[in-house]
């Protein structure tokens, strides 16, 4: 086929890092997260270098400019997949420094309009998201079809981003809509998941429902009847449902400033990301009292009940769970008491209001209804008997035996206690020792584990570990650099 490049390129610097023409004609588009507020210059210098290893092709910096670095025609070197980069059109987008690596408004829209533009040019009039990997790499778009997929998916980072990779839904959705297409909204593989919710300010509640249960992922389900429940609140405290419990709740979540674009009278705004507005909340005698709260801009409804879930789940008073017993709890009307009685809601009457709802509108067909499936734990451990000497629980047999090849004295059991792997020869430990880094992009983190914040991509070359730990992401640990910067994991080096 013959392949072109966007118009909507105001910049042009081709890297000489690429793979030459493509092998598979394009039917993927693969978003990706700077980690920084770049320039399109500045990441053109960048990928202009041969030692930089890696390349997209198109950037979008801070300010919403789309840059051409590496021709359609040809495969970039961008999602650590030679199998994705082949198909996929990779996009680098300027991001926060930090996790969820947020994305600005300009960004976004130029992201938007940047991928109808490719799905345009290339024959395409519909972009899914399915959210799976497994389910996508095993999908095979049909000839009208383009797919997203994520760098986190073939690497150990979280590119796109967390705040990118919860929008998927959302970029496949207006993506599609801009194209002239629809989404079947059965969530098959034809569906775009988790998608935007529309304006609500002028539905009816039964319009919410039906246009709100589209948001819950299959995650979002199994986490129980918490869905069900974080679904009735919306409806209740959003202030978009034109019945008297909608139109007189508190508006909780902050999402009547945000999206219906009311002034919400007495309201604040303090040019970031939250509102504040002085409410009456009702005591137990009865009175009312006057309180000043604050309320966050959310950029889509989907943040605002996932936000709002998380908060319920994981919320404390000192070191206790201030909505103990919340995570397993399979009863809707016990889930709403806890919730009032973790002091969430002042209202009297909030059970009642919040299962009326429930029931009116059968929401617990939101709640998971599929048992759970028993994990099979592989530990690696020096002896069954001796927990302490556990180094790590894995769901994957294969990551437990290399925990244990770079343990020695340590085997893997399995769930009954029994000995199904003991390394023939362990290699030794003994610090320091050097590595070979080949990869262009492994990142570099403060401490031993993915849940560490990552401070810089540690350059291909040979470095000195003076320490190995385990932690969370890596199964052959995490090496210490001698030179204090920081941790890499050892999964993605080779030992000299």
Known sequence: MAYTNSPMAAYTKLSPNHSGQRTHSIDRITPHCVVGQCTVEGLGDWFAKSSTKASSNYGIDKDGRVALYVEEKNRSWCSSSNANDQRAITIECASDTTEPYTFRDAVYRALIKLCVDICKRNGKNKLLWIGDKDKTLNY?????????????????????????????????????????????????????????????????????????????????????????????????????????????????????????????????????????????????DGSYETVTADFRKYSCVEDSIADHSAYLLGAKNGSKLRYDGLKDCRDYKKVAQIIKDGGYATSLTYVEKLCSIIEKWNLTQYDATDKPVPIRWYRVRKTWTDSKTQKGAFKILENAKKCADVNPGYSVFDADGVKIYEPKSSPALDVPFLVKVSMSDLNIRTGAGTNFPRTQFCPPGVYTIVNVLQGQGSSSGWGKLKSGAGFISLDFCTRL
């Not at 869905?227 to 979540?253: D, H």
Request: net charge positive; charged share 20%.
């Open 140 to 284: 095979e778009p049909k000839s009208g079809e383009m797919i997203l997929t994520v760098h986190r998916w073939f690497a150990n980072k979280s590119c796109p981003g967390n705040w990118m990779y919860a929008r998927m839904g959302d970029l496949a959705e207006k993506v599609t809509a801009a194209l002239g297409s629809v989404t079947d909204g059965k969530g098959g593989a034809g569906a775009a998941q988790g998608t935007q919710a529309m304006v609500f300010s002028s539905l009816s509640e039964a319009d919410i429902v039906k246009g709100v249960g589209a948001l819950f992922t299959a995650d979002q389900k199994k986490t129980g009847i918490l869905a069900s429940v974080s679904m009735a609140q919306f409806i209740l405290e959003s202030g978009y449902g034109k019945s008297e419990l909608a139109q007189n709740a508190n508006n909780v979540f902050g999402m009547k400033c945000s999206l219906s674009g009311n002034n919400w009278n007495g309201s604040a705004w303090d040019g970031k990301s939250k509102y504040t507005k002085q409410t009456k909340e009702q005591n137990p």
